[in-house]
């Protein structure tokens, strides 16, 4: 016969122990000497209070171990604990404390703080270059398979890798070099000697042979008053000692900067490759993708036709993908991910270049930085404002600075009345006509400003204005005998025009 719960009967104490029956039977009869509480109500639903737990008459509904722990009123973490005997803080307590942390990261970004500040920028810059290089492994792969294979075979080869910049060239290649040399010191095979050369820091393009000639033991032993290309010829051409076995890997970057009118520089530098005794692994990179196709017909008929790695531009997840693997190291968050997202976005479709993708987030940092610096001023011991991190109008901001034309900074630039003129321009030719005449622009220039209550020009002001846009390349001006029937077209974007005078209110109402 079960016995009904008086007013001083806790019927929390059966709800966890019948969960904890339910979950597995951890709980032991101890159950019974837990501490008692009062409930807000003293109508109190009948539970056995006389019975052993493993044996409750009366069914309840079973609740799940986080709404048990976390849903009832007043209950705190040491009764949570003493309640669980230990085992409930696992699967709740530890939820709650993952909750806190994340929680308390974003609470400690603080745009305010110049160290945090600076750190963050460290993070976002070009030359910042990180542990791994991701969305580019397949690329990798497949340059340090070409590099392994030239050293295990003690042969000389070539490799051409093109693609737009900011794609992740020169980092690769230089990820590609430390992984060939971890893999020949683990295989017990001899270190590569490197050269590594900037092509835009040579003064002749002809300075490539002399470097490569300084880094070569052999090169530096002879002395001769022979060119250097010619020295390296003869040095390639006769078997070298087994103590000068080493092969050399070069890494000519911005390659496309050797080009001369004949190409003899380029030709050269991959016919290396091609003598009897060579241990040179060459690998060019560049910048124009259809430069393989000008100078790949040339070393096919030389035999030194390369093996050409295309790096294709970044699309908006692997834009993503970067910025998110530079921020996570991060103890704090400093950008919002709609943010983040719209800046891959619009990166991708106009370039996919990776670096202008971290300049737009550097400038959107700024933008932040300034806004913030202005608070402090306005409200000197005014607290930080929640959740002041770089959002989507900071982002957009950043966006428009760094995408801008040069057009639109000029038509910016322009005094009122040409501004108005390029109005007139912009709204004259939306339809199917491509020019008018300075008589049919002036009419509509006219209108403009007597809509706007702005005094006009004259007849012959407003045509030397016309010929000044003219000079800027806005407009373009025919010629005739008599000036009123000069033709005159747009040469610039109406969305250039349009974006340069959305943000006042006058021309944004003209436009529309």
């Known amino acids: 016969m079960p016995a009904i719960a008086g007013p001083s009967s806790s019927p929390q104490k059966h709800v966890v122990g019948s969960r904890l029956e339910v979950t597995g039977g951890l709980r032991s009869a101890e159950v019974n000497t837990c501490r008692k509480r009062k409930l807000r109500s ?74 945090q500040m600076k750190a963050v920028k460290e993070a976002l810059h070009v030359s910042k270059a990180p542990s791994t290089v991701v969305c580019r492994e397949d690329e990798q792969r497949r340059v340090f398979e070409f590099v392994k294979g030239c050293m295990e075979q003690n042969k000389a080869g070539s490799l051409y890798i093109c693609g737009c910049p ?77 103590s000068s076995s080493k092969m050399m890997l070069i890494i000519a970057d911005e390659m496309d900067y050797l080009i001369t009118r004949d190409r003899g520089v380029l030709h050269e530098l ?66 919002q991910s709609n943010a983040l997202e719209i800046c891959a976005r619009k990166v991708s479709a106009a370039s996919g270049d990776m670096r202008k993708a971290l300049c737009v987030c550097r400038n959107a940092l700024e933008i932040l930085e300034i806004e913030a610096r202005g608070s402090i001023d306005q409200e000197p011991q005014g607290p930080v404002p929640e ?37 007139s321009a912009a709204k004259a030719f939306r339809g199917s006509k491509k020019d008018r005449t300075i008589a049919e622009l002036n009419k509509l220039y006219l209108e403009i400003c007597k809509s706007s209550t702005i005094t006009p020009a004259g007849i012959t002001e407003f045509t030397n204005m016309c010929t000044v846009l003219n000079d800027q390349g806005i407009l373009k001006l025919s010629q005739a005998r008599d000036d009123k029937l000069r033709r005159v077209s747009l040469r610039v974007d109406e969305a250039d025009i349009t974006f340069a005078l959305k943000e006042i209110r006058f021309f944004r109402n003209c436009l529309l």
């Open 42 to 115: 003293d109508s109190a639903a009948e539970v056995s209070s006389s019975t052993p737990v493993n044996s409750i008459s009366t069914p309840m509904k079973w609740k799940s171990p986080r709404r048990c722990a976390v849903s009832i009123p007043k209950t705190s973490d040491e009764e949570i604990k003493e309640d669980s005997n230990g085992n409930l803080a696992s699967p709740v307590i530890s939820v709650v404390k993952n909750l806190d942390v994340c929680l308390d990261v974003e609470s400690k970004w603080n745009p305010r703080d110049e160290e």
């Open 166 to 242: 900011g794609t992740g060239k020169s980092l690769s290649m230089e990820k590609v070099r430390q992984q060939a040399e971890d893999w020949a010191k683990q295989t017990g095979v001899p270190c590569l000697e490197t050269v590594s050369v900037n092509c835009t820091s040579l003064t002749k393009s002809t300075d490539i042979f002399s470097k490569i000639l300084g880094k070569n033991e052999s090169g530096r032993e002879a002395n001769g008053s022979s060119p250097p290309l010619q020295q390296l010829q003869s040095l390639f051409s006769q078997k070298q000692q087994q």
């Open 270 to 335: 991959f016919m290396l490759t091609t003598l009897p005794f060579s241990r040179c692994i060459l690998i060019g990179v560049a910048n124009a993708i259809d430069l393989a196709d000008r100078f790949l017909p040339k070393l096919k008929s030389l035999n030194c036709k390369p093996l050409v790695v295309t790096f294709r531009a970044y699309s908006k997840e692997q834009i993503l993908r970067i910025l998110q693997e530079r921020l996570v190291a991060l103890p704090y968050v400093a950008f």
């Open 387 to 423: 959740c002041q991190m770089v959002k989507m109008d900071h982002m957009l901001a950043a966006l428009s600075k760094t995408f801008k034309s040069p057009v639109v900074d000029t038509i910016q630039s322009l005094p009122q009345h040409q501004q108005i003129i390029v109005c």
